[in-house]
Nanobody
């Protein structure tokens, strides 16, 4: 059984920073793409950023330069550094990964709440 566990969420003031982590565990042969999504109250879940095993990245345009995604393949972990946070960033942030066990499996974490106060 493969699972993703997010951590690092919490309450911060506007202008502050947070670093989210997501660690994959279980029977893993390799992980291709890992990514972060978020869902605010009353809104649809949206992609924040994604990263390949070779460190190619893709961001939602509005978040470029403010959020940075990275990964540590040895630890099967993906990170999201969030700077200059504003209340509009308040959401549950979910980790997603394309995992080979060696069979293909797309896995979601349970989410971590980020709340940005004004």
């Amino acid at each position: 059984q493969v699972q993703l566990v997010e951590s690092g969420g919490g309450l911060v003031q506007a202008g502050g920073s947070l670093r989210l982590s997501c660690a994959a565990s279980g029977s893993i042969f390799s992980i291709n793409v890992m990514g972060w999504y978020r869902q605010a109250p009353g809104k649809q879940r949206e992609l924040v950023a994604a990263i390949t095993r070779g460190d190619s990245t893709r961001y939602t345009d509005s978040l470029k330069g403010r959020f940075t995604i990275s990964r540590d393949n040895a630890k099967n972990t993906v990170y999201l550094q969030m700077n200059s946070l504003n209340p509009e960033d308040t959401a549950v942030y979910y980790c997603n990964a394309e995992i080979y066990t060696p069979t293909y499996l797309e896995v979601w974490g349970q989410g971590t709440l980020v709340t940005v106060s004004s």
